[in-house]
T-cell receptor, first 110, second 115 residues
Framework: SQQGEEDPQALSIQEGENATMNCSYK?????LQWYRQNSGRGLVHLIL???NEREKHSGRLRVTLDTSKKSSSLLITASRAADTASYFC??????????WGAGTKLIIKP | DTEVTQTPKHLVMGMTNKKSLKCEQH?????MYWYKQKAKKPPELMFV???????INESVPSRFSPECPNSSLLNLHLHALQPEDSALYLC??????????????FGDGTRLSIL
């Protein structure tokens, strides 16, 4: 079943610009995770933010979590061509299952 | 290179064939997962194994039969599949299923085509 919704569905920006993707969910969660998937490849874990955390950084990635609004955002700063991929959010429920968002397809134009 | 290895990378089979997908990890993870992913869609959970025991079966048709022979290996046996079963099949692992708060590590998948 799919709990998360992501927007935008697709995002095309110039190299060097920042990219922001949003994820919303419906029920209480243990954590929210972001994954990247390059075309034809498996998913790569980017960041996990727990329900009691509000912001987390990893390199050029910044994730925020607002549990009152049941939403999260992923910011990629100074985008590169290699960031072109699909990005999925996934929320972990109390039964430890991941519920996946529909994904955002990000295209970085040179 | 990923730390979860899936074989084969591609598989084409007829509806009457029997085949198996294999997944291997050597990270000492005790939770392993099978997902099905259709094009431009998120992964759909099929099965979860925790400490080599089936923990979750998401009402998957019996033509898919999982097996976890040991803590490093996960198989998915396929029999009498339908054309709509064509998809990318992903294996993942995590240190433990319970407690949570642990990321999943994915293989690159097996691209399955049913003729």
């Amino acid at each position: 079943s799919q709990q998360g919704e992501e927007d935008p569905q697709a995002l095309s920006i110039q190299e060097g610009e920042n990219a922001t993707m949003n994820c919303s969910y419906k029920t209480s969660i243990n954590n929210l995770q972001w994954y990247r998937q390059n075309s034809g490849r498996g998913l790569v874990h980017l960041i996990l933010i727990r329900s009691n955390e509000r912001e987390k950084h990893s390199g050029r990635l910044r994730v925020t979590l607002d549990t009152s609004k049941k939403s999260s955002s992923l910011l990629i700063t100074a985008s590169r061509a290699a960031d072109t991929a699909s990005y999925f959010c996934a929320t972990e429920r109390s039964n430890y299952q991941l519920i996946w968002g529909a994904g955002t397809k990000l295209i970085i134009k040179p | 290179d990923t730390e979860v290895t899936q074989t084969p990378k591609h598989l084409v089979m007829g509806m009457t064939n029997k085949k198996s997908l294999k997944c291997e990890q050597h990270m000492g993870h005790r939770a392993m997962y099978w997902y099905k992913q259709k094009a431009k869609k998120p992964p759909e959970l099929m099965f979860v194994y925790s400490y080599e025991k089936l923990s979750i079966n998401e009402s998957v048709p019996s033509r898919f039969s999982p097996e976890c022979p040991n803590s490093s290996l996960l198989n998915l046996h396929l029999h009498a599949l339908q054309p709509e079963d064509s998809a990318l099949y992903l294996c993942a692992s995590s240190r433990r299923q319970v407690p949570g708060n642990q990321p999943q590590h994915f293989g690159d998948g097996t691209r399955l085509s049913i003729l």
